[in-house]
């Protein structure tokens, strides 16, 4: 194993997850025409209850690892390093064990909460079924999860990245193979089809597991883990503060999100319900705004979850070198690389809403409808990320609660006017939903980034430099594409048609926009001169030999 630097973490944390979101995209087509649209909707109140149990248990203590981490092997600390992990895993241990009674316990409860008496759906009974069986995953996630921070804090991007695939691959082999086995095989419910699937969690999370394992047998001597080591006057008392001071932001950021979540698919539910929508209707809706419209989306989220990934040991290890300068420069470029990726992914899928929503899920009326403004969130949630995990690792705990909760709360807050509001002018009423999260995010982002700006000095010159290029790039792009469409009109009744509409479409798409920035210079800002050239050498099979000069990350 080698170290990573920022850019290149970020280039290989990036291009893992795009590998993972894209299978994660691309399993939904068949796992859909497996289960349905009643389904779906049961796959999706299992998968937003498990994420936030499983950010309960583990959502700090990884990331709260790769800070110490990052910190003890600046200072040399390496026994504490060392000791840190194994009270990490401790800790974890008992969060993990409360996560998972409550969630198997009370599964009966919380299927209550989701969609209290609405009739015409899942039944209670269902979505408890499925809640135990997801339980058992909180059990182990947990401890990959830790393993994964210690290795991120030493700058080992490449073995996560691997066990991410692995993770992936193996979950998704169980969905697939599980639930067709047992619906089309056995021809048992479709509750028990999903229940099997969502086991999937379970057995990736193992194999993941095990690859990470062996890869910290394998390397021990880097990992400082090989021998007995001099103990640091730093104590057990002084770890476990660090370690919960650092990851209760964490785990509070995350299961506020969550939980914003949930009571959006609820209120989403209850307020369409009351509009006049039918059980099955509301459920299909919320089920595409909060799951399978979100699973879309994931390809445009990768970029922020592979920065992420790199950024913060980085941050921390400038932070803690008290080289702000660089600490500025690391923040900036992070946000251009994903403003340039996020901006022309998200409005160019919001263009193609109807052939893609055709490809993954069939033929729907309001699917695409959904889809074309809620991919627009991912923009936002991507900015919102990258300036989250920053203000963390700075320690700006208060500013990332305030941010957080009053964020999400004007979310909360104005779902259901914002739902009425638009039914009363003859929008969709679920756009009010989607609407209310862009205002919970744009909140939350500039509450970050004022105080950033102010206690930090950083400045954001170069990024809104870089963003206006950015932006107007795109919007050229989709007048481009505009264009074509009155030649090519999209036609969605053939799923063929449909793939080959996508692909024209973003090839084109693709060309027009990179060809701009590269223009404008923004591909080489952003890349650097030296990356950039690697990047065309490759891309040209050699035949593009320019010598560039080396970047600082």
Same mark, same amino acid.
């Given at each position: 194993?080698?170290?990573?630097?920022?850019?290149?973490?970020?280039?290989?944390?990036?291009?893992?997850?795009?590998?993972?979101?894209?299978?994660? !995209?691309?399993?939904?087509?068949?796992?859909?025409?497996?289960?349905?649209?009643?389904?779906?909707?049961?796959?999706?109140?299992?998968?937003?209850?498990?994420?936030?149990?499983?950010?309960?248990?583990?959502?700090?203590?990884?990331?709260?690892?790769?800070?110490?981490?990052?910190? %003890?092997?600046?200072?040399?600390?390496?026994?504490?390093?060392?000791?840190?992990?194994?009270?990490?895993?401790?800790?974890?241990?008992?969060?993990?064990?409360?996560?998972?009674?409550?969630?198997?316990?009370?599964?009966?409860?919380?299927?209550?909460?989701?969609?209290?008496?609405?009739?015409?759906?899942?039944?209670?009974?269902?979505?408890?079924?499925?809640?135990?069986? /997801?339980?058992?995953?909180?059990?182990?996630?947990?401890?990959?999860?830790?393993?994964?921070?210690?290795?991120?804090?030493?700058?080992?991007?490449?073995?996560?990245?691997?066990?991410?695939?692995?993770?992936?691959?193996?979950?998704?082999?169980?969905?697939?193979?599980?639930?067709?086995?047992?619906?089309? /095989?056995?021809?048992?419910?479709?509750?028990?089809?999903?229940?099997?699937?969502?086991?999937?969690?379970?057995?990736?999370?193992?194999?993941?597991?095990?690859?990470?394992?062996?890869?910290?047998?394998?390397?021990?001597?880097?990992?400082?883990?090989?021998?007995?080591?001099?103990?640091?006057?730093?104590?057990?008392?002084?770890?476990?503060?660090?370690?919960?001071?650092?990851?209760?932001?964490?785990?509070?950021?995350? /299961?506020?999100?969550?939980?914003?979540?949930?009571?959006?698919?609820?209120?989403?539910?209850?307020?369409?319900?009351?509009?006049?929508?039918?059980?099955?209707?509301?459920?299909?809706?919320?089920?595409?705004?909060?799951?399978?419209?979100?699973?879309?989306? !994931?390809?445009?989220?990768?970029?922020?979850?592979?920065?992420?990934?790199?950024?913060?040991?980085?941050?921390?290890?400038?932070?803690?070198?008290?080289?702000?300068?660089?600490?500025?420069?690391?923040?900036?470029?992070?946000?251009?690389?994903?403003?340039?990726?996020?901006?022309?992914?998200?409005?160019?899928?919001?263009?193609?809403?109807?052939?893609?929503?055709?490809?993954?899920?069939?033929?729907?009326?309001?699917?695409?409808?959904?889809?074309? /403004?809620?991919?627009?969130?991912?923009?936002?949630?991507?900015?919102?990320?990258?300036?989250?995990?920053?203000?963390?690792?700075?320690?700006?705990?208060?500013?990332?609660?305030?941010?957080?909760?009053?964020?999400?709360?004007?979310?909360?807050?104005?779902?259901?006017?914002?739902?009425?509001?638009?039914?009363?002018?003859?929008?969709?009423?679920?756009?009010?939903?989607?609407?209310?999260?862009?205002? #919970?995010?744009?909140?939350?982002?500039?509450?970050?980034?004022?105080?950033?700006?102010?206690?930090?000095?950083?400045?954001?010159?170069?990024?809104?430099?870089?963003?206006?290029?950015?932006?107007?790039?795109?919007?050229? !792009? $989709?007048?481009?594409?505009?264009?074509?469409?009155?030649?090519?009109?999209?036609?969605?009744?053939?799923?063929?048609?449909?793939?080959?509409?996508?692909?024209? %479409?973003?090839?084109?798409?693709? $060309?027009?926009?990179?060809?701009?920035?590269?223009?404008?210079?923004?591909?080489?800002?952003?890349?650097?001169?030296?990356?950039?050239?690697?990047?065309?050498?490759?891309?040209?099979?050699?035949?593009?030999?320019?010598? #560039?000069?080396?970047?600082?990350?």
């Amino acid at each position: 194993m080698k170290k990573n630097s920022f850019i290149e973490g970020t280039i290989i944390a990036t291009l893992a997850i795009v590998f993972t979101k894209v299978l994660g !995209m691309l399993y939904v087509i068949p796992f859909y025409a497996i289960i349905g649209s009643a389904g779906s909707a049961l796959y999706s109140y299992a998968y937003n209850i498990y994420v936030i149990f499983l950010n309960i248990s583990s959502a700090g203590i990884p990331v709260a690892m790769s800070k110490i981490v990052s910190e %003890y092997d600046t200072t040399k600390q390496k026994e504490a390093k060392v000791r840190s992990l194994k009270l990490g895993i401790l800790i974890i241990s008992i969060i993990s064990l409360i996560a998972f009674f409550v969630l198997f316990v009370y599964a009966a409860d919380i299927a209550h909460i989701i969609v209290g008496d609405l009739s015409g759906g899942n039944t209670r009974e269902d979505i408890a079924l499925v809640l135990r069986v /997801v339980s058992f995953s909180v059990l182990l996630i947990p401890f990959l999860s830790v393993t994964k921070g210690y290795l991120q804090g030493h700058k080992f991007i490449t073995p996560t990245s691997n066990s991410q695939m692995l993770e992936q691959v193996g979950r998704i082999f169980v969905i697939l193979a599980g639930s067709y086995i047992t619906i089309k /095989v056995l021809h048992k419910s479709v509750a028990l089809g999903v229940a099997v699937a969502v086991s999937g969690a379970f057995f990736g999370g193992l194999l993941a597991l095990l690859y990470i394992l062996a890869k910290i047998k394998k390397n021990k001597e880097k990992l400082d883990l090989d021998h007995k080591l001099k103990r640091d006057k730093v104590t057990n008392k002084e770890i476990l503060k660090k370690i919960l001071t650092y990851a209760i932001p964490f785990i509070v950021i995350n /299961v506020t999100v969550n939980f914003f979540n949930i009571v959006d698919m609820s209120l989403i539910i209850r307020t369409l319900g009351k509009i006049g929508f039918s059980g099955a209707d509301a459920e299909f809706v919320s089920s595409a705004m909060t799951t399978w419209g979100y699973k879309l989306n !994931m390809i445009v989220n990768a970029i922020a979850t592979g920065l992420t990934i790199s950024l913060i040991p980085n941050i921390v290890s400038a932070h803690v070198a008290k080289q702000d300068k660089k600490v500025s420069n690391i923040f900036n470029k992070a946000l251009q690389i994903v403003l340039f990726i996020s901006v022309p992914a998200a409005l160019g899928l919001s263009f193609l809403a109807k052939p893609v929503w055709r490809i993954f899920y069939g033929v729907s009326t309001l699917g695409p409808i959904i889809f074309k /403004v809620s991919i627009l969130t991912a923009i936002m949630c991507n900015v919102y990320l990258i300036a989250l995990q920053t203000a963390q690792s700075l320690n700006e705990y208060k500013t990332v609660y305030a941010a957080v909760i009053i964020g999400f709360s004007m979310n909360a807050i104005f779902d259901v006017p914002f739902m009425y509001l638009c039914h009363k002018v003859g929008l969709p009423p679920f756009y009010g939903a989607t609407f209310a999260t862009m205002l #919970g995010y744009i909140v939350a982002i500039a509450i970050i980034l004022i105080r950033l700006k102010h206690y930090k000095e950083i400045t954001y010159l170069p990024t809104l430099k870089a963003g206006l290029k950015i932006f107007a790039s795109a919007f050229v !792009m $989709l007048i481009c594409l505009s264009f074509l469409k009155i030649i090519l009109p999209f036609n969605v009744t053939s799923l063929w048609h449909s793939i080959f509409l996508v692909a024209l %479409y973003a090839i084109l798409g693709a $060309l027009i926009y990179f060809g701009l920035t590269y223009k404008l210079g923004l591909v080489e800002n952003i890349l650097g001169q030296r990356r950039l050239t690697m990047l065309l050498n490759r891309l040209t099979f050699g035949l593009v030999k320019v010598k #560039g000069k080396d970047d600082e990350d």
